[in-house]
């Protein structure tokens, strides 16, 4: 549990900013707008960014491309949780007619499109969480030319 602990909590700390930015949106009027839901990715980007960095530097000369992809991966899958979890609070007990509003003409039934809503939701925060994580460890891992200088 103490390797996941730092993840965890880069974690968490980025589903509260993906709350806020989303109930600020919705103060303003715009959480509606798909659109704005890409700066989704600029904040699990940068938790995810902070939370392999942090990791490397706990573990120094231990740290493996592994260890990081998963402290990574375990930041973006709890971030998706729990805003995915409040999504779904939201969009059902806060403000029942949301997931109406956000409804296109492609959308037959009401019940069937609120389980494509969160399907969608989880998704795009885990495919988001993969790749840049895959992106972010070619930053910290390490180079392999000093095998290649000895040639």
């Known amino acids: ?19 806020a930015y989303f109930l600020i949106l919705s103060l303003l009027g715009l959480h509606v707008n798909v659109f704005y839901s890409l700066f989704n990715a600029v ?10 960095k942090y990791y490397k530097l706990k573990k120094a000369n231990d ?5 990081g992809f998963m402290a990574g991966l375990i930041t973006g899958g709890v971030a998706t949780l729990i805003f995915t979890l409040f999504f779904t609070v939201y969009s059902t007990e806060l403000q029942p ?38 992106s972010f460890m070619q930053l910290f891992k390490t180079s392999n030319t000093r095998s290649l200088k000895r040639v």
Do not use: C, D, H, Q
């Open 97 to 134: 007619g949301f997931l109406e509003e956000l409804s296109t003409k492609w959308a037959s039934t009401y019940r069937s499109f609120e389980a494509i809503v969160f399907l969608v939701v989880a998704i795009m925060g885990l495919t988001t969480s993969l790749v840049l994580t895959l």
């Open 43 to 52: 904040i699990t980007g940068f938790a995810i960014y902070e939370s392999i």
């Open 63 to 67: 740290f493996t491309y592994a260890g």
């Open 1 to 19: 549990m103490n390797n996941y602990a730092l993840p965890i909590r880069f974690g968490v700390a980025a589903s509260g900013s993906l709350i």
